[in-house]
């Protein structure tokens, strides 16, 4: 059972830092992952999606890398803004026909601090 | 971008009674949905794949009698927690698949139960 890990829970920076967040799987047999943005009380919103062949993806300030092999991704975020605040989530979908079922990890939740 | 909403947002209601819950994506066709739940500050966990026109797959520890799903059309899924208990008080998500494989999340509801 695939089962999706994400280090740290809990993280504040000031404004300016850059940072990372830690996002591991144990099962490598992956169609893709995905990174996610959730503000308190509020839905999922995609920030990346990297493809099982790909190793990252940009989008403005945020990169994320994927190691499959290891089970390891990386979300990136570069010259952090108290808008930054609210709590990632790394998700992957499980290589197979018609597997479309998401396993999400707890999140880390970032504080931006101005 | 693909929108999908969900009715109500948040519902507190007495328990021993039934809350129905709407997903609707509303500017495309979803072949698949899918319903998550949230604890607090816990991941979202699969509760179970409707495809529009089947019965649902439940995922494991999730009774169906008790979550019914209703896939009527491929734009409308609904969630019914019958004899709602305190212990079902969660945030609940729904996703849609478009045939592109993207899924898009609706903004959840916060479901209280007294």
């Known amino acids: 059972k695939q089962e999706v890990t994400q280090i740290p829970a809990a993280l504040s920076v000031p404004e300016g830092e850059n940072l990372v967040l830690n996002c591991s799987f144990t099962?490598?047999?992956?169609?893709?992952l995905q990174w996610f943005r959730q503000d308190p009380g509020k839905g999922l919103t995609s920030l990346l999606l990297i493809q099982s062949s790909q190793r990252e993806q940009t989008s403005g300030r945020l990169n994320a890398s994927l190691d499959k092999s290891s089970g390891r991704s990386t979300l990136y975020i570069a010259a952090s803004q108290p808008g930054d605040s609210a709590t990632y989530l790394c998700a992957v979908r499980p290589r197979g026909a018609g597997s479309y079922q998401l396993t999400f990890g707890k999140g880390t939740k970032l504080s931006v601090i101005p | 971008g693909a929108v999908v909403s969900q009715h109500p947002s948040r519902v507190i209601c007495k328990s021993g009674t039934s809350v129905k819950i709407e997903c609707r994506s509303l500017?495309?066709?979803?072949?698949?949905m899918f319903w998550y739940r949230q604890f607090p500050k816990q991941s979202l966990m699969l509760m179970a794949t409707?495809?529009?026109?089947?019965?649902?797959?439940?995922e494991q520890g999730v009774e169906k009698d008790k979550f019914l799903i209703n896939h009527a059309s491929l734009t409308l899924s609904t969630l019914t927690v019958t004899s709602a208990h305190p212990e079902d008080s969660s945030f609940y998500i729904c996703s849609a698949r478009r045939a592109t494989d993207t899924q898009y999340f609706g903004p959840g509801t916060r479901l209280t139960v007294l």
């Open positions: 500017d495309f066709q979803a072949t698949t």
């Open positions: 099962d490598s047999a992956i169609y893709n």
């Open positions: 409707s495809n529009e026109g089947s019965k649902a797959t439940y």
